[in-house]
């Protein structure tokens, strides 16, 4: 499997530990390859990882490369195969630049939850078709540009142990109202979570936790996708 990684802000790295720590588990073989230019992205990349970060920047820091619109052609062009969509991804899911339709029908507001100070954890609810999974330790070696994964906490100490352990970092929101697709994870009543066909998008931040259900689902479609595809 090959699974891409845009590199434009945010958590990469800790996806990518995420990614290779559940193939691990699953028994998968992957490689992850990090998209810095257009020509990082071919039609071999099965999945793709769109991280946190913070919107605005990333569109402005993926225009000399044109990153940003090869990931959005290359959806164009492979509408089947999953995207994983995290914070700031959710909202480059849900609201493309250059008049581009959405790829996922649900309304978002940037930094709605408020400044840096008001970032928290909580225990939410999900209803994506995965177990929960933990991912398995790896070595953490820094790479080529000497960043080195983050040590992440362990979810087994949560007060419910089938929550997932919600981490939100300015985190986007939702419009309850605006929500025309599968809603798979609430906090409270709040939307925090959807899938749209082969798109998932979150407002909170999974490759910070030990929880790996949403790498196992990108990792899982990616095993069902059929030749053609």
């Known amino acids: 499997m090959r699974v891409g990684l845009a590199m434009l802000q945010g958590a990469r ?4 530990e995420a990614v290779m720590s559940i193939a691990e588990v699953l028994k998968q073989s992957v490689e992850v390859v990090q998209l810095r230019t257009a020509d990082d992205l071919d039609s071999s990349i099965q999945g793709l990882i769109l991280p ?3 919107s605005t920047t990333m569109r402005i820091a993926s225009r000399s490369e044109g990153l940003l619109d090869s990931i959005y052609e290359w959806m164009e062009s492979h509408p089947n195969r999953p995207v ?6 959710a909202i480059l899911l849900a609201m493309p630049s250059n008049d581009r339709s959405p790829y996922i029908q649900a309304k978002i507001s940037r930094n709605a939850w408020g400044r840096q100070r008001q970032s928290f954890e909580a225990p939410i609810d999900v209803t994506l078709e995965q177990v929960k999974t933990r991912g398995t330790s790896i070595a953490r070696k820094p790479d080529a540009y000497g960043h080195t994964p983050l040590i992440v906490g362990d979810v087994e100490s ?12 300015r985190a986007p929101r939702f ?8 809603v798979i994870a609430r906090f409270g009543d709040e939307i925090v979570g959807v899938r749209d066909g082969s798109k998932c998008a979150v407002t909170f931040h ?3 936790t030990n929880d790996r259900r949403f790498h196992a689902w990108l990792l899982n479609e ?4 059929s030749p053609t595809d």
């Open 13 to 16: 790295h800790e996806h990518e």
């Open 52 to 54: 946190g970060g913070e």
């Open 84 to 89: 994983l969509g995290t914070c700031a991804g």
């Open 158 to 169: 949560d007060i419910d142990k089938d929550a997932f352990p919600g981490v939100f970092i």
């Open 175 to 182: 419009d309850n109202d605006g929500i025309d697709c599968e």
């Open 206 to 208: 999974p490759e910070l």
């Open 222 to 225: 990616i095993a069902e996708l």
